[in-house]
């Protein structure tokens, strides 16, 4: 079956640690897409890729970095710079001409 | 003034009855308009999307779209307590592939 699998489902960072989060789809989607998830906040645009090798920072992308070397693939790393990193990630993709995202199952991240 | 508001509840109903979610956005470029479930701990999932005023229904679900007023709503009938969720509204802009969501309203459909 098609999906997106994010892994993993939870990840506990110490202070001043860089972690990555991962990303994968069979979907054969062009686009994808980073968000982070808040109570009371909704989803924000962390950072989107439309095509291999090309990606475009979002609404809060400041303390993360993403690569896209494979369409099939999206990791986020969230660094030391984001001092506040304990969300819930969820990875997005979509076929570039299209509506319509399908969701990950989403990656909880804590700070300890 | 956020660009899409939505009520987070939560809301309770019991079993069978008509449920109501609504969402007001600001920007009258908005095109097309979604509205996805998510259980708890989970990732969203699509249930309707529209790009036109007026009505789309799907099973138990109707997506309203009043872009005179700018406001949205998903009506489900014969609410189940698997419907048990929270539902957020999305709309963007034709050209772009960045949605703004509402926060989300938590239902709870009582057995």
């Known amino acids: 079956d098609g999906g997106i699998t994010q892994s993993p489902k939870y990840l506990f960072r110490k202070e001043g640690q860089n972690v990555t989060l991962s990303c994968e789809q069979n979907l054969n989607h062009d686009a994808m897409y980073w968000y982070r998830q808040d109570p009371g906040q909704g989803l924000r645009l962390i950072y989107y890729s439309q095509i291999v090798n090309d990606f475009q920072k979002g609404d809060i992308a400041e303390g993360y970095s993403v690569s896209r070397e494979k369409k099939e693939s999206f990791p986020l790393t969230v660094t030391s710079a984001q001092k506040n990193p304990t969300a819930f990630y969820l990875c997005?993709?979509?076929?570039?001409?299209?509506?319509?995202?399908?969701f990950g199952s989403g990656t909880r991240l804590t700070v300890v | 003034q956020k660009e899409v508001e939505q009520d987070p509840g939560p809301l309770s109903v019991p079993e069978g009855a008509i449920v109501s979610l609504n969402c007001t956005y600001s920007n009258s470029a908005f095109q097309y308009f979604m509205w996805y479930r998510q259980y708890s701990r989970k990732g969203p999932e699509l249930l309707m999307y529209?790009?036109?005023?007026g009505n789309k229904e799907d099973g138990r679900f109707t997506a309203q779209v009043d872009k005179s007023s700018k406001y949205i709503s998903l009506f489900i009938r014969d609410s189940q307590p698997s419907d048990s969720a929270t539902y957020l509204c999305?709309?963007?802009?034709?050209?772009?592939?960045?949605?703004?969501f509402g926060t989300g309203t938590r239902l709870k459909v009582l057995a």
């Open positions: 529209t790009y036109s005023s």
């Open positions: 999305a709309i963007v802009t034709s050209g772009t592939y960045k949605y703004i």
């Open positions: 997005a993709s979509s076929k570039v001409a299209t509506y319509g995202y399908t």
